[in-house]
């Protein structure tokens, strides 16, 4: 069984220049992207909090043609 790494190697060495460049650029943008961790549920809470905007104003202006 081959590493991810050799895999990869044998399916990009004989694609076009074009198609690895893309391949690369996309592995890179993987790379780039921070490590997607547990997230604190709450850490948004009150977010909204003194706004004056509720569940049905954001209903209205997302659907305007229903609320007639």
């Known amino acids: 069984m ?3 790494a050799e895999r990869v190697y044998e399916i990009t060495r004989n694609l076009p220049e074009s198609k ?3 391949v690369l650029r996309f592995a890179e943008a993987l790379q780039a992207e921070p490590e997607a961790g547990e997230s604190d549920f709450f850490a948004l809470a009150g977010l909204w909090q003194g706004r004056d905007i ?3 104003a954001l209903r ?3 659907w ?3 609320s007639r």
């Open 2 to 4: 081959s590493s991810v």
């Open 20 to 22: 690895a460049a893309e």
């Open 54 to 56: 509720d569940a049905a």
């Open 60 to 62: 209205r202006k997302a």
């Open 64 to 66: 305007p043609e229903r």
